[in-house]
């Protein structure tokens, strides 16, 4: 669980809140909250966050179960990658993936954003298994992804806000 920071405040009257500082956890809560309360809602706040953390920053093992789990929903299972992982050094594209060893990685940048643009990006690196190059084929696989027009627009929006 790691590190966990009780800051109580006077101005805070009702709500109860965690959040991540670097490793450690702070939870916000009210001055005049009993301590007998405070135990349990540490517990449900921290227990609440990192399973957010989990579902918006998946590890590279989530990544690969993921992408098994897309490719028999989508691509009738005909896309078996080696390895699925995050990596901090792509910064131009949002996904790459080896055909020859079979290897995909996603760009850290994708970490945090929503779940079907994840997926999108996935699948699409996915179907480069079945077919190398960005054919009609290629894209016909993409296609059949439900989420793939939605989440195109929402790189396209983020793309172009980096610009």
């Known amino acids: 669980m790691g590190e966990i920071e009780i800051r109580r405040s006077a101005r805070r009257t009702r709500t109860v809140r965690a959040y991540r500082e670097g ?3 702070v939870v916000l809560m009210p001055a005049n909250l009993p301590t007998s309360v405070e135990d349990q809602h540490v ?3 921290v227990e609440r966050l990192e399973r957010r953390e989990r579902r918006v920053r998946p590890s590279d093992d989530d990544l690969l179960d993921r992408a098994a ?3 028999r929903r989508w691509l009738a299972g005909r ?3 080696s390895s699925v992982r995050w990596v901090t050094n792509m910064d131009k594209r949002w996904g790459s993936c080896s055909s020859g060893d079979r290897t995909i990685r996603l760009s850290h940048r994708l970490q945090g954003m929503p779940e079907h643009v994840v997926d999108y990006v996935l699948v ?3 179907a ?3 077919e190398p190059n960005h054919s009609a ?3 016909a696989l993409v296609d059949a992804y439900p989420d793939a027009t939605r989440a195109k627009g929402f790189l396209e929006g983020v793309s172009w806000q980096q610009r």
């Open 79 to 81: 896309a078996e990658p």
């Open 124 to 126: 699409h690196e996915l």
């Open 43 to 45: 517990r449900t706040l």
């Open 23 to 25: 490793d450690k956890i």
């Open 137 to 139: 084929r290629f894209w």
């Open 128 to 130: 480069h298994l079945i």
């Open 69 to 71: 789990t897309l490719s």
